[in-house]
């Protein structure tokens, strides 16, 4: 009726807040802060040269007066954004090396043997095109060139003996017959090329000369069968 007071909390309006500053901080300390505030927050996850968990950003900005229990979206940082790891298999390791820099990652270098040509790279660590943070570690195994071998000595072994023996510490192998009368020689490595236990680079061909039966060439008809 007449005579009754108009309250004030009206003209007031709703209670309000202060957006605090919480850039920079974690964000379980940056939440805290809102809450204390009588916010609430709304935590986004975005790339950032930050660290993770630190808040890079904030919305409404600090200081804002807003309405009490209002949402502040902080962009919360999950570190910086992956890139894909480029394919420098087959380069040499100078190219690859400043091609991985270029693209912010770090570079380690281990050689290897390999038939590839010395100082080329032939496989990196973590394989190509997987996605990695900025300013990961890529290893790239290097080629030192073939390793070498002792050639082994298969002269007087049997031809299939002979290539086992020669496959085993890592050489091809090639087979030349030669005619031989002498039936001990037949089948039976009787030279070898490189020779016997001489430096050889894995992964090349030895040539073993095996004998080859053949009758006396000799005018006389063959004996008759039985006799």
Excluded at 9 to 24: D, F, M
Excluded at 34 to 48: E, F, M, Q
């Amino acid at each position: 009726g007449k005579g009754s007071t108009v309250t004030l909390i009206i003209s007031q309006g709703k209670p309000r807040a202060v957006v605090p500053e919480v850039r920079g901080q974690q964000l379980v300390d940056a939440v805290q802060e809102i809450s204390a505030a009588g916010l609430t927050s709304k935590p986004v996850y975005v790339y950032s040269a930050q660290p993770a968990n630190v808040v890079v950003g904030e919305a409404p900005a600090p200081k804002t007066s807003v309405l009490k229990g209002s949402a502040v979206r902080i962009n919360i940082s999950r570190g910086p954004k992956p890139v894909s790891i480029p394919d420098v298999t087959g380069q040499p390791f100078a190219n690859a090396q400043s091609a991985l820099q270029g693209a912010g990652f770090t570079v380690a270098r281990v050689d290897i043997q390999s038939d590839q040509p010395p100082g080329t790279v032939v496989s990196e660590d973590p394989q190509p095109g997987q996605d990695v943070p900025k300013g990961s570690k890529i290893t790239l195994s290097v080629s030192k060139g073939p390793g070498t071998s002792q050639v082994p000595d298969v002269t007087s072994q049997t031809q299939s003996d002979a290539i086992a023996i020669l496959k085993g510490a890592g050489f091809k192998v090639q087979v030349v017959t030669q005619d031989v009368t002498d039936p001990g020689s037949d089948g039976i490595v009787i030279a070898q090329d490189p020779q016997p236990n001489s430096t050889g680079v894995k992964g090349e061909t030895v040539t073993i000369t095996v004998g080859h039966l053949v009758q006396n060439t000799s005018p006389q008809p063959p004996p008759p069968s039985g006799q």
